[in-house]
């Protein structure tokens, strides 16, 4: 057991003063460099039939650079690899011509506090968890997925991964079939990943359709190893 104290900079709605806000969080923390030693995470080479194209190893997110490296991200809480297991043998039954790629799954808490240092000062700060709480990602028991065909080709969800605007989020899409801004291909394609995670225990959320929880957010993040 870890005690870990953190801070948070934020303003008072009524004087508009800077304020700081302590948090002490007594919860199991690990290292990322450490989980290979840790029982209750499996890496995602471990689950068959999948994908991986850790989009935050590369510049292919919205920060445009590299935030893992030079360590290994591509781990899973263990209920969150076998939740994963379920969704692949659901949409291997249903659709044999797709299957899954894995875009993020355990993400730092380090890498957190990176990302939303980098939205400090934009409207955009509502598409991430605060680091403070902790992000779902950091206890290894949320995942960003798409759909792949036999090619390995990506379908066409309408948007890209990490594409920040009101076009990715799954809430409004009918009003954005109704705008022509998405597609029913695209908004079936999205439903089928949807179906695939939800047979598999995950819950989507409203404002990004690659976004899959495992578990509920507040026992997860008092009951689960935080990775730092």
């Not at 179906?195 to 507040?218: K, L, N, Q, T, Y």
Request: charged share 20%; glycine share 4%.
């Amino acid at each position: 057991m870890q005690l870990n104290i953190l801070s948070n900079n934020m303003t008072d709605c009524k004087t508009n003063q800077a304020t700081t806000t302590t948090i002490i969080m007594i919860n199991n923390t690990l290292a990322i460099e450490s989980i290979a030693t840790h029982p209750d995470f499996r890496h995602l080479a471990s689950i068959a039939d999948i994908s991986v194209d850790l989009r935050y190893a590369s510049p292919h997110n919205f920060v445009g650079r590299d935030l893992y490296a030079p360590v290994d991200c591509a781990w899973l809480h263990q209920h969150a690899a076998q939740s994963l297991e379920r969704a692949v043998a659901w949409l291997k039954q249903e659709r044999g011509d797709v299957s899954l790629r894995v875009l993020d799954a355990l993400r730092p808490q380090r890498v957190q506090e990176a990302l939303w240092a980098a939205l400090q000062g934009t409207d955009l700060l509502m598409y991430l968890a605060n680091p403070v709480r902790g992000s779902i990602h950091s206890f290894g028991m949320a995942v960003d997925i798409t759909l792949v065909d036999l090619s390995g080709h990506e379908l066409d969800m309408g948007t890209p991964f990490d594409d920040l605007s009101e076009r990715s989020h799954p809430a409004k899409e009918a009003a954005l079939l109704a705008k022509n801004e998405l597609t029913a291909q695209q908004i079936r394609h999205r439903q089928l990943l949807r179906d695939a995670m939800r047979h598999g225990g995950f819950v989507g959320i409203s404002s990004e359709w690659w976004h899959f929880d495992c578990g509920d957010r507040d026992l997860v993040r008092s009951e689960y190893t935080r990775i730092l």
